[in-house]
Protein backbone atom coordinates (compact mmCIF):
# COMPACT_ATOMS: atom_id res chain seq x y z
CA UNK A 1 0.00 0.00 0.00
CA UNK A 2 1.02 3.84 -0.42
CA UNK A 3 0.41 6.64 0.72
CA UNK A 4 0.47 10.14 -1.19
CA UNK A 5 1.96 13.14 0.37
CA UNK A 6 -0.36 16.09 -0.79
CA UNK A 7 1.65 18.61 0.54
CA UNK A 8 5.01 18.30 -1.51
CA UNK A 9 4.49 21.49 -4.27
CA UNK A 10 5.73 18.30 -6.92
CA UNK A 11 3.34 15.28 -6.43
CA UNK A 12 5.83 11.86 -6.56
CA UNK A 13 5.27 9.67 -9.33
CA UNK A 14 3.79 6.26 -8.06
CA UNK A 15 6.81 4.25 -8.50
CA UNK A 16 8.00 6.27 -6.01
CA UNK A 17 5.46 7.19 -3.53
CA UNK A 18 6.27 6.03 0.06
CA UNK A 19 5.30 2.67 1.42
CA UNK A 20 2.94 3.07 4.81
CA UNK A 21 4.54 -0.35 5.83
CA UNK A 22 8.45 0.43 5.78
CA UNK A 23 7.96 4.49 6.52
CA UNK A 24 10.68 5.59 8.93
CA UNK A 25 9.30 5.37 12.56
CA UNK A 26 11.45 7.69 13.85
CA UNK A 27 13.79 10.04 12.03
CA UNK A 28 16.82 12.08 13.67
CA UNK A 29 18.71 14.94 12.23
CA UNK A 30 21.97 16.76 12.72
CA UNK A 31 21.02 19.96 11.31
CA UNK A 32 24.77 21.01 10.14
CA UNK A 33 25.88 23.73 7.35
CA UNK A 34 24.19 27.23 9.23
CA UNK A 35 27.24 29.10 9.56
CA UNK A 36 28.70 28.05 6.00
CA UNK A 37 25.07 29.40 4.35
CA UNK A 38 25.47 32.73 6.30
CA UNK A 39 28.94 33.06 5.12
CA UNK A 40 28.56 32.23 1.27
CA UNK A 41 26.23 34.85 1.57
CA UNK A 42 28.34 37.51 3.51
CA UNK A 43 25.75 37.32 6.12
CA UNK A 44 26.89 36.68 10.15
CA UNK A 45 26.99 32.92 10.97
CA UNK A 46 23.89 33.92 13.66
CA UNK A 47 21.94 34.08 10.01
CA UNK A 48 22.19 31.04 9.21
CA UNK A 49 21.40 29.62 12.56
CA UNK A 50 18.04 31.61 12.03
CA UNK A 51 17.26 30.81 8.30
CA UNK A 52 17.52 27.39 10.01
CA UNK A 53 14.48 27.84 12.19
CA UNK A 54 12.70 28.32 9.31
CA UNK A 55 14.02 24.66 7.87
CA UNK A 56 13.11 23.28 11.27
CA UNK A 57 9.13 24.67 10.95
CA UNK A 58 9.02 23.39 7.26
CA UNK A 59 10.49 20.00 7.92
CA UNK A 60 8.59 19.34 10.83
CA UNK A 61 4.90 19.97 8.76
CA UNK A 62 6.52 17.74 6.18
CA UNK A 63 7.20 14.85 8.44
CA UNK A 64 3.53 15.44 10.37
CA UNK A 65 2.64 14.49 6.71
CA UNK A 66 4.58 12.12 6.23
CA UNK A 67 3.31 10.24 9.49
CA UNK A 68 6.59 9.82 10.68
CA UNK A 69 5.94 9.60 14.74
CA UNK A 70 8.99 11.14 16.24
CA UNK A 71 11.85 14.08 15.07
CA UNK A 72 14.87 14.09 16.59
CA UNK A 73 16.39 17.33 16.07
CA UNK A 74 20.24 18.02 17.16
CA UNK A 75 20.35 21.47 18.02
CA UNK A 76 23.13 22.48 20.87
CA UNK A 77 25.78 19.91 21.30
CA UNK A 78 27.41 19.62 24.91
CA UNK A 79 30.48 20.67 22.65
CA UNK A 80 28.86 23.68 21.28
CA UNK A 81 29.80 25.46 23.99
CA UNK A 82 33.06 25.95 23.03
CA UNK A 83 31.38 28.51 20.84
CA UNK A 84 31.72 32.27 20.85
CA UNK A 85 29.76 33.43 23.81
CA UNK A 86 27.66 35.18 21.68
CA UNK A 87 27.14 31.92 19.02
CA UNK A 88 26.30 30.21 22.40
CA UNK A 89 23.18 32.92 24.05
CA UNK A 90 21.70 33.08 20.12
CA UNK A 91 21.71 29.56 19.51
CA UNK A 92 20.30 29.06 22.76
CA UNK A 93 17.44 31.61 22.12
CA UNK A 94 16.42 30.19 19.08
CA UNK A 95 14.04 27.80 21.30
CA UNK A 96 11.86 30.50 22.75
CA UNK A 97 11.88 32.31 19.23
CA UNK A 98 10.57 29.37 17.52
CA UNK A 99 8.00 28.39 19.97
CA UNK A 100 6.91 32.08 20.48
CA UNK A 101 6.56 31.88 16.28
CA UNK A 102 5.27 28.39 15.73
CA UNK A 103 3.44 27.21 18.85
CA UNK A 104 -0.28 27.55 17.77
CA UNK A 105 0.82 26.09 14.03
CA UNK A 106 2.81 22.78 16.51
CA UNK A 107 -0.55 22.59 18.69
CA UNK A 108 -2.71 22.82 15.43
CA UNK A 109 -0.65 20.63 13.74
CA UNK A 110 -1.41 17.96 17.34
CA UNK A 111 2.52 18.39 18.00
CA UNK A 112 4.16 16.90 21.28
CA UNK A 113 7.92 18.83 22.73
CA UNK A 114 9.96 16.45 23.98
CA UNK A 115 13.37 16.83 25.14
CA UNK A 116 16.64 14.98 25.40
CA UNK A 117 19.95 16.53 27.01
CA UNK A 118 21.05 17.98 29.84
CA UNK A 119 18.47 20.28 30.18
CA UNK A 120 18.89 22.11 34.07
CA UNK A 121 22.04 23.54 32.92
CA UNK A 122 20.78 25.41 30.28
CA UNK A 123 19.74 28.91 30.62
CA UNK A 124 16.51 29.63 32.27
CA UNK A 125 15.08 31.82 29.32
CA UNK A 126 15.22 28.24 27.32
CA UNK A 127 14.34 26.19 30.13
CA UNK A 128 11.15 28.25 30.81
CA UNK A 129 10.09 28.53 27.30
CA UNK A 130 10.75 24.77 26.34
CA UNK A 131 8.72 23.54 29.57
CA UNK A 132 5.81 25.67 28.76
CA UNK A 133 5.40 24.40 25.49
CA UNK A 134 6.02 20.88 26.91
CA UNK A 135 3.12 21.63 29.12
CA UNK A 136 0.75 23.09 26.44
CA UNK A 137 1.88 20.16 24.10
CA UNK A 138 1.70 17.41 27.01
CA UNK A 139 -1.67 15.82 26.02
CA UNK A 140 -0.97 16.11 22.19
CA UNK A 141 -0.62 12.29 20.52
CA UNK A 142 1.00 12.98 16.79
CA UNK A 143 4.18 13.84 16.31
CA UNK A 144 6.95 13.99 18.80
CA UNK A 145 9.54 16.63 18.18
CA UNK A 146 11.97 16.01 20.40
CA UNK A 147 15.04 18.39 20.60
CA UNK A 148 18.95 17.21 21.43
CA UNK A 149 19.58 20.38 23.44
CA UNK A 150 22.62 20.44 25.47
CA UNK A 151 22.88 16.82 24.39
CA UNK A 152 26.37 14.47 24.15
CA UNK A 153 25.70 10.75 24.03
CA UNK A 154 29.10 9.81 25.70
CA UNK A 155 27.87 11.94 28.45
CA UNK A 156 24.42 10.55 28.19
CA UNK A 157 25.78 7.12 28.68
CA UNK A 158 28.40 7.89 31.51
CA UNK A 159 25.08 9.07 33.24
CA UNK A 160 23.37 6.31 33.01
CA UNK A 161 26.88 4.10 33.92
CA UNK A 162 26.60 6.15 37.39
CA UNK A 163 23.00 5.59 37.85
CA UNK A 164 22.97 1.36 37.42
CA UNK A 165 26.65 2.02 39.64
CA UNK A 166 24.73 3.54 42.24
CA UNK A 167 21.78 1.16 42.23
CA UNK A 168 23.55 -1.73 42.25
CA UNK A 169 26.14 -0.13 45.61
CA UNK A 170 22.88 0.41 46.88
CA UNK A 171 21.61 -3.54 45.99
CA UNK A 172 18.54 -1.72 44.21
CA UNK A 173 18.89 -3.95 41.37
CA UNK A 174 20.95 -7.28 40.10
CA UNK A 175 23.48 -7.36 37.89
CA UNK A 176 22.32 -10.24 36.09
CA UNK A 177 18.44 -8.30 35.11
CA UNK A 178 21.12 -5.55 33.29
CA UNK A 179 20.39 -6.03 29.68
CA UNK A 180 20.36 -3.78 26.73
CA UNK A 181 16.73 -2.95 27.70
CA UNK A 182 17.20 -2.37 31.25
CA UNK A 183 20.40 -0.13 30.40
CA UNK A 184 18.17 1.80 27.77
CA UNK A 185 15.78 3.19 30.53
CA UNK A 186 18.67 5.09 31.89
CA UNK A 187 19.05 7.01 28.56
CA UNK A 188 17.46 10.58 27.92
CA UNK A 189 15.48 8.55 25.46
CA UNK A 190 13.70 6.02 27.73
CA UNK A 191 10.67 4.85 26.22
CA UNK A 192 11.48 6.60 22.70
CA UNK A 193 12.22 3.95 19.70
CA UNK A 194 15.40 3.98 18.21
CA UNK A 195 15.81 6.12 14.95
CA UNK A 196 15.17 4.30 12.10
CA UNK A 197 16.97 7.08 9.48
CA UNK A 198 19.00 9.78 10.08
CA UNK A 199 19.71 12.50 7.94
CA UNK A 200 23.36 14.84 8.44
CA UNK A 201 23.08 17.82 6.31
CA UNK A 202 26.20 19.92 5.44
CA UNK A 203 28.81 17.07 3.60
CA UNK A 204 30.15 16.04 6.61
CA UNK A 205 30.50 12.11 7.61
CA UNK A 206 30.38 12.17 11.21
CA UNK A 207 27.84 11.29 14.19
CA UNK A 208 29.91 14.14 16.35
CA UNK A 209 28.61 12.54 19.72
CA UNK A 210 25.00 12.27 18.36
CA UNK A 211 23.09 9.12 19.97
CA UNK A 212 25.74 6.70 19.63
CA UNK A 213 23.98 4.14 21.37
CA UNK A 214 20.74 4.36 19.54
CA UNK A 215 21.87 4.44 16.23
CA UNK A 216 23.06 1.01 16.42
CA UNK A 217 21.09 -0.26 13.80
CA UNK A 218 19.90 2.98 12.50
CA UNK A 219 20.08 3.66 8.69
CA UNK A 220 21.84 6.67 7.52
CA UNK A 221 21.43 9.10 4.94
CA UNK A 222 24.06 12.29 4.02
CA UNK A 223 23.09 15.39 1.94
CA UNK A 224 25.38 17.89 1.21
CA UNK A 225 22.60 20.54 1.24
CA UNK A 226 22.98 23.43 3.94
CA UNK A 227 20.55 23.38 6.61
CA UNK A 228 18.80 26.13 5.53
CA UNK A 229 18.79 24.81 2.10
CA UNK A 230 17.41 21.51 3.12
CA UNK A 231 13.52 21.35 1.77
CA UNK A 232 10.90 19.01 1.70
CA UNK A 233 11.35 17.69 -1.50
CA UNK A 234 15.25 16.86 -0.01
CA UNK A 235 13.13 15.28 3.19
CA UNK A 236 11.12 13.20 0.83
CA UNK A 237 14.25 12.09 -1.23
CA UNK A 238 15.52 10.64 1.93
CA UNK A 239 12.52 9.01 3.27
CA UNK A 240 12.32 7.41 -0.18
CA UNK A 241 15.99 6.60 0.17
CA UNK A 242 14.93 4.72 3.32
CA UNK A 243 12.18 2.98 2.11
CA UNK A 244 14.25 1.15 -0.49
CA UNK A 245 17.06 0.00 1.97
CA UNK A 246 16.90 -3.77 2.97
CA UNK A 247 16.98 -3.76 6.63
CA UNK A 248 18.72 -6.94 8.33
CA UNK A 249 19.84 -6.32 12.01
CA UNK A 250 22.62 -8.33 11.33
CA UNK A 251 20.62 -11.47 10.07
CA UNK A 252 20.65 -12.34 6.46
C1 LIG B 1 25.19 23.46 13.02
O1 LIG B 1 25.56 24.31 11.99
C2 LIG B 1 24.00 24.00 13.66
C3 LIG B 1 23.88 24.25 14.98
C4 LIG B 1 24.92 23.99 15.97
C5 LIG B 1 22.68 24.87 15.50
C6 LIG B 1 21.45 24.20 14.99
C7 LIG B 1 20.29 25.04 15.25
C8 LIG B 1 19.32 25.27 14.37
C9 LIG B 1 19.24 24.72 13.03
C10 LIG B 1 18.19 26.07 14.72
C11 LIG B 1 17.51 25.50 15.90
C12 LIG B 1 16.11 25.58 15.75
C13 LIG B 1 15.24 25.50 16.73
C14 LIG B 1 13.83 25.42 16.37
C15 LIG B 1 15.57 25.50 18.15
P1 LIG B 1 26.96 25.05 12.08
O2 LIG B 1 26.77 26.34 12.74
O3 LIG B 1 27.97 24.15 12.74
O4 LIG B 1 27.28 25.22 10.58
P2 LIG B 1 28.72 25.24 9.90
O5 LIG B 1 29.24 23.82 9.96
O6 LIG B 1 28.41 25.66 8.52
O7 LIG B 1 29.56 26.21 10.65
Same mark, same amino acid.
Given at each position: MSIKIPFLSKQPKESDSLSEENAPNHVAI????????? &?????????????????????????????????? !????????????? &???????KLPKEFLHVYLPSLMENNVRIQTIGDFQSLPGYTQEAVNYAMEKTKNNDGLILNFAINYGSRHEILKAVKQIATELKEENID??? !???????????????????? !?????????????? !?????????????KLWPEFTEETFHEALLAYQQRKRRYGGI
Amino acid at each position: MSIKIPFLSKQPKESDSLSEENAPNHVAIIMDGNGRWA &QKRGLPRFAGHKEGVSTVNKIVKTAVRANVKVLT !LYTFSTENWKRPK &QEVEYILKLPKEFLHVYLPSLMENNVRIQTIGDFQSLPGYTQEAVNYAMEKTKNNDGLILNFAINYGSRHEILKAVKQIATELKEENIDIDS !LDEEAFSKHLYTNGVSDPDL !LIRTGGEYRLSNFM !LWQLAYTEFWFTDKLWPEFTEETFHEALLAYQQRKRRYGGI
